[in-house]
């Protein structure tokens, strides 16, 4: 593999180090409890198939034998994977089961990737869908896998670390980041030889589509979830600054509470006229 410019095949360091501490930071707890590691597991392998199908509809459209043999390999690899997180997830759910009886309690949310849904043109694996291939090009198209596989490479690697407590799931983890590092190396390799044949621009327009979508996605995710925090905290800020105090105010401009006796009606000089 060439060498790849590191402005377009490498994230910033330093933006790549927030990401990876949110979403360690957000993980940790999850691989603790054996009934949400089981939800984990499920929801990568639903995102791997989901990958993979993509994938092998994307291999219908490239004419170049060359691509068209290494998007087939790495869709193999997603539907291998896919059916690898299932057989880990009925392992650790059976062991949960075990271990917790008949209660089947629900631990909470698992780490769910169709969150990544951009909303916009990329799918749950962080795609865009096949079918949008003959708009896009195989330029645009190979720029965003190397993206999302770069980003998936990352989340793995994560994962993996937070599984020492458990080897089996970290072997499946070093599996499947063998087959990352190969997407990663051939979409740059054909990133690169795009580049030396003059199409620079169309690869740098690619690279930047693919990651603005994957921002946009998540700056909407952000606002949707934020947004009712939000509210609640404007809530809150409105009940202490403005109806408390105001309650407050008008309380003290009232007569005394409680059972007060009836006063006396005040007599006229005229009161025996009636």
Sequence with gaps: MGRLPSSNSQ???SLMSFSSFLLRRKSRAIWQDPLRRYRTLQSFSETEEDGGHDLIAAAGR???PELREHILRHADDEVRHAELFRTRATEVRDL????RGAEGKDAGRGYDLTGTRSGIDLDSHGFFNAGIYDEIGEV????????AEQRAAEAFTIHRDLNAHDPETVALFESILKDEKYHVSYTGRFLD???SEGREREVEEGLSKAKSSRFIGAWK???IRSGASFSKVLLLVMYWTVVLPFGFLTSRGE??????EPLEPKRSGGEGQY
């Design 11 to 13: 994230l910033r360091p």
């Design 62 to 64: 490239i004419s170049d």
């Design 96 to 99: 949960a089961m075990a271990g």
């Design 140 to 147: 645009a198209y190979v720029a965003m896998l190397h993206v």
């Design 221 to 223: 995710r952000l606002g």
């Design 193 to 195: 030889k795009w580049r």
């Design 255 to 260: 007569g005394p509470s409680g059972w007060q």
